[in-house]
């Protein structure tokens, strides 16, 4: 099990590239320093833009820029945009919502942990990162 996906690792490269340059970045300046595919990297800054993370410009000097301060970019955003909602609770012997999930002894000591890895993701800042 992944818990952040190439999806999610590419758009926090990008981000921290960005806040790194501490201006307009080209997306031939992400590809050419994060070594991303350039068709990939544009899919993920197109949805960062979408959801107000990255801004971006279009023309001659166009690019991209922080959307929104780096103390208000947090990792577990970044996953559920690219990721979906952490769930580590979900049971895998039954596709349908197992009928014991209340009295079941490992569903409790997961809904801790999971609980407890979205505390720490909370915690995790785009600025915190960089320094």
Same mark, same amino acid.
């Given at each position: 099990?992944?818990?952040?996906?190439?999806?999610?690792? $590419?758009?926090?490269?990008?981000?921290?590239?960005?806040?790194?340059?501490?201006?307009?970045?080209?997306? +031939?300046?992400?590809?050419?320093?994060?070594?991303?595919?350039?068709?990939?990297?544009?899919?993920?800054?197109?949805?960062?833009?979408?959801?107000?993370?990255?801004?971006s410009?279009?023309?001659?000097?166009?690019?991209?820029?922080?959307?929104?301060?780096?103390?208000?970019? $947090?990792?577990?955003?970044?996953?559920?945009?690219?990721?979906?909602?952490?769930?580590l609770?979900?049971?895998?012997?039954?596709?349908?919502?197992?009928?014991?999930?209340?009295?079941?002894?490992?569903? +409790?000591?997961?809904?801790?942990?999971?609980?407890?890895?979205?505390?720490?993701?909370?915690?995790?800042?785009?600025?915190s990162?960089?320094?």
């Amino acid at each position: 099990m992944k818990l952040i996906t190439r999806d999610t690792d $590419y758009a926090l490269r990008a981000v921290c590239f960005i806040v790194k340059n501490k201006k307009m970045v080209s997306v +031939s300046d992400l590809v050419r320093e994060l070594k991303i595919p350039r068709p990939f990297l544009r899919k993920i800054l197109q949805v960062l833009n979408k959801k107000g993370i990255v801004r971006s410009f279009k023309g001659r000097g166009g690019g991209f820029t922080l959307g929104l301060r780096p103390e208000k970019i $947090y990792l577990l955003d970044l996953l559920r945009i690219f990721q979906g909602p952490l769930k580590l609770n979900e049971c895998t012997l039954n596709k349908k919502k197992c009928p014991k999930i209340s009295v079941c002894p490992l569903s +409790s000591k997961l809904n801790n942990i999971e609980k407890h890895v979205i505390k720490e993701l909370k915690s995790i800042t785009v600025a915190s990162l960089i320094k």
